[in-house]
């Protein structure tokens, strides 16, 4: 099993940039793929970004994709999510998530296809 904790978040400008980072312990993260999602208030979970267990391939929501970028270091067992050019609608709480490989196609927008979640942290984009 995987225990991941998200740092990073606060409150910041419309147009300001965040780096948001997730630490995995228990097992070696290279293991698994890796997501973002965000929950903003009153709404669902949200697919946000991806990344491959190599970092080779990365996948993003069309909503940030050009302003998000996701990446990892795997000889530390961290994944980040580097956020600019924020808007209002960034306000949420981002969580990240890890897959358990299989052969299978990845479905790595869907929630239900991560194993392990962590705590989330909270991004608050002020105009």
């Known amino acids: 099993q995987v225990q991941l904790v998200e740092s990073g978040g606060g409150l910041v400008q419309a147009g300001g940039s965040l780096r948001l980072s997730c630490a995995a312990s228990?097992?070696?993260?290279?293991?698994?793929?890796m997501g973002w999602f965000r929950q903003a208030p009153d709404k669902g979970r949200e697919f946000v970004a991806a990344?491959?267990?190599?970092?080779?391939?990365?996948y993003y929501a069309d909503s940030v994709k050009g302003r998000f970028t996701i990446s990892r270091d795997n000889a530390n067992n961290t994944i980040y999510l580097q956020m600019s050019s924020l808007k209002r609608e960034d306000t949420a709480i981002y969580s990240c998530?890890?897959?358990?490989?299989?052969?299978?196609?990845?479905?790595?927008?869907?929630?239900?296809?991560?194993?392990?979640w962590g705590q989330g942290t909270q991004v608050t984009v002020s105009s």
């Open positions: 998530a890890a897959a358990t490989f299989s052969p299978t196609r990845w479905h790595y927008s869907i929630s239900s296809k991560y194993n392990y």
């Open positions: 228990g097992r070696t993260l290279s293991n698994y793929r």
């Open positions: 990344i491959t267990r190599t970092g080779v391939t990365t």
